[in-house]
């Protein structure tokens, strides 16, 4: 009887400290759980500090990012195609002026004027009057699509070809990252540079990497000006400071001067650019990078850009910006 009695008490002694020792565990795994989150806060905040990331405060109203973008579009005898851009980003509510890079011997037509100035004002959604203007250049040049705009009113440049679309959501995403980290090049379409291995021991040489590759290794190292954001004073430095040589290149060899834009902008933040997830429509059917070769003669640019820098300035990386509300996985 006694015996049945003290192990009734063992057992429910047993129980009681279970019972204690699985709160106990608990407390302690909550405990922990929250000290995780808040050690992994810290980090994402210090290494977004360190990337150059701030949240930009959307309330604001004394940020000179606040005025908006310009889209800065390069045509070349396809009034179709341009008429097509005009009329989209018409109705992105960001848009502050449109600037058509305009490069043909004969001026544009007066009533292409008149067509596209119409469209602006049927599509424009933001209430405000959307400059539109032909940048004319007298010489056929690939790099007039960054000559110095002397009165631009953004600080931001949305660099775009005429055969490609992208949503208004995707360039006002875009936007807005491009505002975490100004100084940088901010874009839809990476690229990247590879050092050419087979060479051994010999002088560097860079390979040239294409999409596939990109996508492949998930690392790049530039953003093709296609489709790209940028500072305003990138078009004074590639006008004005970079190298005469590198824009006599651009200019003999028909091609380029997107990696020469890069360079420039690498060379003076040491940093790298920012590839931004958006879906783009391609409206056009022929272009430089659809000829035969191209990947060869990008892969000489590089290396002939190198060889002009006397170094390297391009810097890879693997970040990628997805807005995280149209997307599963992120």
């Known amino acids: 009887m006694r015996g049945s009695l003290f192990g009734r008490r063992i057992t429910a002694r047993f129980r009681q400290l279970s019972k204690s020792a699985v709160v106990s565990i608990k407390v302690k795994l909550l405990l922990f759980i929250c000290i995780a989150f808040i050690v992994s806060l810290t ?3 210090r290494a977004a500090s ?13 940020s000179p990012f606040r005025k908006g973008y310009t889209v800065l579009i390069n045509t070349w005898k396809r009034t179709d ?17 449109i600037h058509i890079v ?44 960054f000559k110095e705009i002397q009165d631009l009113k953004t600080d931001a440049i949305f660099s775009i070809d005429d055969d490609v679309i992208f949503p208004c959501e995707s360039v006002e995403f875009a936007f807005s990252v491009w505002q975490s980290a100004s100084d940088t090049m ?41 489709a790209a954001f940028f500072h305003k004073k990138y078009l004074d430095l590639y006008t004005n400071q970079m190298p005469a040589s590198i824009r006599e290149y651009t200019t003999e060899n028909r091609n380029c ?20 997830k958006g879906k783009i429509y391609e409206i056009g059917s022929v272009g430089i990078s659809t000829t035969g070769g191209h990947s060869d003669r990008r892969t000489r640019c590089l290396n002939d850009f190198v060889a002009l820098y006397g170094r390297m300035p391009l810097v890879a990386t693997t970040v990628k910006a997805i807005d995280s509300r149209h997307s599963w996985f992120w």
């Open 50 to 62: 360190l990337m150059g990331w701030t949240h930009p405060d959307i309330h604001q109203s004394s």
């Open 43 to 45: 980090a994402h905040n």
């Open 186 to 226: 901010v874009g839809f379409v990476p690229r990247m540079h590879w050092l050419d291995e087979s060479r051994g021991g010999m002088e560097c040489r860079y390979l040239y990497g294409g999409w596939l590759s990109v996508w492949w290794m998930g690392t790049y190292s530039m953003v093709l000006s296609k």
């Open 257 to 276: 001067e997107d990696i020469a834009m890069s360079f420039l902008v690498a060379n003076t933040t040491g940093a790298p650019p920012i590839w931004v």
């Open 81 to 97: 195609l341009l008429k097509q851009s005009v009329f989209h980003y018409a109705s992105c509510p960001g848009l502050d002026a």
């Open 102 to 145: 305009w490069s043909e011997p004969d001026p544009p037509s007066d009533s292409l004027d008149e067509f596209l100035r119409h469209t602006i004002q049927l599509r424009s959604k933001s209430g405000k009057l959307i400059k539109l203007r032909f940048d004319l250049n007298m010489e056929d040049s690939l790099n007039n699509r």
